[in-house]
Structure formats: C-alpha cells, structure tokens
C-alpha cells in the first residue's frame, strides 16, 4: 500500500515510519482495497501529534493520537483507525441480505385407489396378479437457525462529557474519542445523548 509521510516541526527516524507502514497494513486488511494512506506527525507545545487518513475504495477514515511522544501518538491513532475499520466492516456485514428460504420439493400428487382395492396385473403366463402400489413421500427443507449471540455488557465512562460543549463540540470530541455515543450538557445544563446510528448517521437525542 502506498503511504505518505508528512512531518511539520518534528524528525521522523526510519523505525517510526516502519512501525506506521506495519499499523496500515493491518487496517488494509481489514478494508479489503485500499488507494492510499497519509500519515502527519506534528508536535503543538509540549504534546506530539499522529494523524492518519486511510482511502479505501468506498471508505475513508481518519484518525489521530495525541501523547508525549511520535510512538504512542502513532500507536493511538493505529488503534482508532482499526476500530473504524472494524466498525465498518460489521455494518456492511449486517446490510447483507438474508439467504432466501429453499423452496419446499414435494412430489406430484398421487390418486390412491379405493381402500382394499389392488390394480389387476397380468403377467407372462396369463395369469392375474395383485400389484403393490407405491406411494411418494413429500420432502421438506427448513432454513438453518441462526445462532443467538448473547450481549456482552461493559461498563464505562468515557461516553460521559465532564464539561459543557456546544453540538458541533461534542461531535468532534466523539470523532476523536472514535466512540459512536456521548452524552453531553450544554452551556445551558440541558442533557444531550449524541448517537451514532448503523447507517453512519450522527443522531442527535434531547433528554427532557
């Protein structure tokens, strides 16, 4: 995969763009077919700063790290950009249709003769003799069942904004947590939930 490298302010040493190289592979994978991807390291006062765009065919992510150094910067922004990645994948997975039932195959209807009454055969020497009736069976086919996954529960906080922020505030701060719901006050102390649904959209969710 093609990768470019930008670095503003800082040095990139040859390790660190392997290390880069090696996480968007990873996120290629799981993408399928992927144009190109560009990486930015930047440093703002005391803090280093890995930003990460991956285009693939009919996906683009974007991602960012911030730490105190370009590894761990770099290493949060892989692993926001796998989480997409991963996110991505499960709702095409989802959007695909269900195999259709089979068709049930039953066999032609049969005219059964009259109870006790067996047709009349002749064989070579003249003879009459009593033939056995064979009757079909109907055969049935019954869709697999789906296995039920049970839910796994966790609990967390990070969902919870601590400070006030406007709508357009809390949007990016989900963005750049990578998390799909956040619940938020604004300046007015109204509770907000911000949720991501399944078809990508932001949807935005007033607590009365």
Do not use: C
Not at 92 to 99: A, I, W
Not at 137 to 157: C, Q, R
Not at 172 to 180: C, G, I, L, P, Y
């Amino acid at each position: 995969m093609e990768v470019e490298f930008t670095a503003r302010n800082v040095t990139v040493p040859k390790a660190l763009r392997a290390q880069a190289a090696e996480g968007l592979e990873r996120v290629a994978r799981i993408l399928g077919k992927t144009a190109r991807a560009s990486v930015t390291f930047r440093a703002q006062r005391h803090l280093q700063i890995a930003e990460l765009t991956v285009k693939a065919r009919t996906q683009s992510i974007e991602a960012a790290g911030k730490a105190d150094s370009l590894e761990a910067a770099l290493r949060i922004a892989i692993q926001h950009a796998e989480n997409q990645a991963l996110r991505y994948r499960d709702r095409q997975f989802e959007r695909k249709r269900l195999p259709k039932m089979e068709k049930v195959v039953t066999a032609p209807p049969v005219a059964h003769p009259k109870r006790g009454a067996q047709p009349d055969v002749t064989s070579d020497n003249g003879k009459l003799t009593r033939a056995k009736v064979k009757a079909a069976i109907a055969v049935h086919s019954f869709p697999v069942s789906t296995a039920v996954v049970e839910p796994h529960i966790l609990s967390s906080g990070a969902a919870v904004a601590m400070k006030p922020m406007s709508i357009e505030e809390a949007v990016k701060d989900a963005e750049f947590r990578d998390r799909d719901l956040l619940i938020f006050r604004n300046r007015s102390g109204d509770l907000f939930v911000l949720h991501r649904r399944r078809d990508g959209q932001m949807e935005l969710v007033e607590v009365p």
